[in-house]
T-cell receptor, first 114, second 115 residues
Framework: AQSVTQLGSHVSVSEGALVLLRCNYSSSVPPYLFWYVQYPNQGLQLLLKYTSAATLVKGINGFEAEFKKSETSFHLTKPSAHMSDAAEYFCAVSAGQGAQKLVFGQGTRLTINP | DVKVTQSSRYLVKRTGEKVFLECVQD?????MFWYRQDPGLGLRLIYFSYDVKMKEKGDIPEGYSVSREKKERFSLILESASTNQTSMYLC??????????????FGDGTRLSIL
């Protein structure tokens, strides 16, 4: 069975600082991995996805994530935080090709300090 | 762009009522999903469907049922609402049944309160 652990339910950084949101997964087969963002009172939007083509994945709004199989991690980073990045971020794993379901982490709320 | 529309943003119902949450997608997607979102628990899958009249239980189906009579529409039904079903409900769709490389597309959610 697949599972996702997001380390830290709340992360706070200063505007202009590095953003690092941690995600570790468990999967018995090569996974597909996703990061989603949720702004207040909205649904989830896709930030980026890993599908085995490249280990470093670039997404929207300057975010990127690196797939590290040896560490079973898929951490999300952004070099310089902006006030508009304040939101909740979810990591999700799918159990490879043919899987119907996504398993989500519990979410990390990102706060940006001016 | 894919559009997933949930019929209500906010809904208040009473204990014991039968509650319907509606979701429509406009891109002929095969898969549709219902999740509930609670603080600290992330998103938990209630039911999903991969075709008209087909449904599969997710991780927390108890107290819920679903209906998919048309490909574009997926309804979540609370047979007899209880206070522990107060939550945010999110609908999602995905293009292909078997291509899990495809992302899910989400509606804006329905915040349901059961009094």
């Amino acid at each position: 069975a697949q599972s996702v652990t997001q380390l830290g339910s709340h992360v706070s950084v200063s505007e202009g600082a590095l953003v690092l949101l941690r995600c570790n997964y468990s999967s018995s087969v090569p996974p597909y991995l996703f990061w989603y963002v949720q702004y207040p009172n909205q649904g989830l939007q896709l930030l980026l996805k890993y599908t085995s083509a490249a280990t470093l994945v670039k997404g929207i709004n300057g975010f990127e994530a690196e797939f590290k199989k040896s560490e079973t991690s898929f951490h999300l980073t952004k070099p310089s935080a902006h006030m508009s990045d304040a939101a909740e971020y979810f990591c999700a794993v799918s159990a490879g090709q043919g899987a119907q379901k996504l398993v989500f982490g519990q979410g990390t709320r990102l706060t940006i300090n001016p | 762009d894919v559009k997933v529309t949930q019929s209500s943003r906010y809904l208040v119902k009473r204990t014991g009522e039968k509650v319907f949450l509606e979701c429509v997608q406009d891109m002929d997607h095969e898969n549709m999903f219902w999740y509930r979102q609670d603080p600290g628990l992330g998103l938990r899958l209630i039911y999903f469907s991969y075709d008209v009249k087909m449904k599969e239980k997710g991780d927390i189906p108890e107290g819920y049922s679903v209906s998919r009579e048309k490909k574009e529409r997926f309804s979540l039904i609370l047979e007899s609402a209880s206070t522990n079903q107060t939550s945010m409900y999110l609908c999602a769709s995905r293009r292909d049944r078997w291509d899990s490389n495809q992302p899910q597309h989400f509606g804006d959610g329905t915040r349901l309160s059961i009094l």
